[in-house]
């Protein structure tokens, strides 16, 4: 069946940090690829996403890249803030009438000023 | 516009009690979906419902849960009897097609002693 990896956490990084959340999947056919972040006492919110292969995602200085050739859509930002603090999941969707998202299991990141 | 809402928050229960979730998707998206979050594990499916119907329930643990949505608006998600295993966060999403940006809830956290 459909699955996703991801980097297990937490992270901690400075303010200004580069940040890479590493995440593979594995899925039959040619499913959509989708960040998701959890921000404290929050629901998930959809961070970016990408629905076909060299596709990149982009949103709030976050950027990922749908690679089907390593199966991947890691996550990078350049200079993470304070206020990125949360749980970021990688999922997909695969489509074809199956529109349930699977996730990873979520990696919670925290910046230190 | 609001959000998705679920209620409770949170819910502690004896294990062989009976509890009720309860989700109120975003007005006029007719795509409701149940996930749920085991302690240290991914976030799972668990059904999709298309209006009223239940357009995909494969992801539902066994007969103790069972899912309804009431004219297509809201739904309720009643597990019993509860079981330990059964402790979690339980988030509904909506979305407005099944392949449009699904909206999550903040959850339901679910505690069975």
């Known amino acids: 069946g459909d699955s996703v990896t991801q980097m297990e956490g937490p992270v901690t990084l400075s303010e200004e940090a580069f940040l890479t959340i590493n995440c593979t999947y594995t899925?039959?056919?040619?499913?959509?690829l989708f960040w998701y972040v959890q921000y404290p006492g929050e629901g998930l919110q959809l961070l970016l996403k990408a629905t076909k292969a060299d596709d990149k995602g982009s949103n709030k200085g976050f950027e990922a890249t749908y690679r089907k050739e390593t199966t991947s859509f890691h996550l990078e930002k350049g200079s993470v803030q304070v206020s990125d603090s949360a749980v970021y999941f990688c999922a997909l969707s695969a489509g074809a009438g199956s529109y349930q998202l699977t996730f990873g299991k979520g990696t919670k990141l925290s910046v230190i000023p | 516009e609001a959000g998705v809402t679920q209620f409770p928050s949170h819910s502690v229960i004896e294990k062989g009690q009976t509890v009720t979730l309860r989700c109120d998707p975003i007005?006029?998206?007719?795509?409701l979906y149940w996930y749920r979050r085991v302690m240290g594990k991914e976030i799972k499916f668990l059904l999709h419902?298309?209006?009223?119907?239940?357009?995909?329930e494969s992801g539902m643990p066994n007969n103790r849960f069972l899912a309804e949505r009431t004219g297509g608006t809201y739904s309720t998600l009643k597990v019993q009897p509860a079981e330990l295993e059964d402790s979690g966060v339980y988030f509904c999403?909506?979305?407005?097609?099944?392949?449009?940006?699904?909206?999550f809830g903040p959850g339901t956290r679910l505690t069975v002693t």
């Open positions: 899925a039959t056919g040619y499913p959509s």
């Open positions: 999403a909506s979305s407005p097609g099944p392949r449009g940006e699904q909206y």
């Open positions: 007005s006029g998206h007719d795509n």
């Open positions: 419902f298309v209006k009223e119907s239940k357009q995909d």
